[in-house]
């Protein structure tokens, strides 16, 4: 399973950024909300921040790579 993860992750690193955020965002949220009873949509911006970020990262290492 780990193993095709990983190949996943090498073919589509942008994919694999974006499913990450969505899922802790996610994961994030239902916390915050079982617990408090409570959004904080700032957090998103936080959270979109990071992603591109994290892209950009990626983008130069591919271009480092090659």
Not at 40 to 57: D, M, Q
């Amino acid at each position: 399973m780990f193993d095709n993860y990983k190949i996943f992750a090498e073919k589509h690193p942008y994919a694999n950024i974006i499913l990450i955020m969505v899922f802790s965002s996610l994961i994030g949220i239902s916390i915050e909300y079982i617990v408090n009873q409570d959004f904080i949509g700032g957090a998103l911006y936080t959270a979109i921040a990071l992603t591109v970020i994290e892209l950009i990262r990626v983008k130069r290492n591919k271009k480092k790579n090659n």
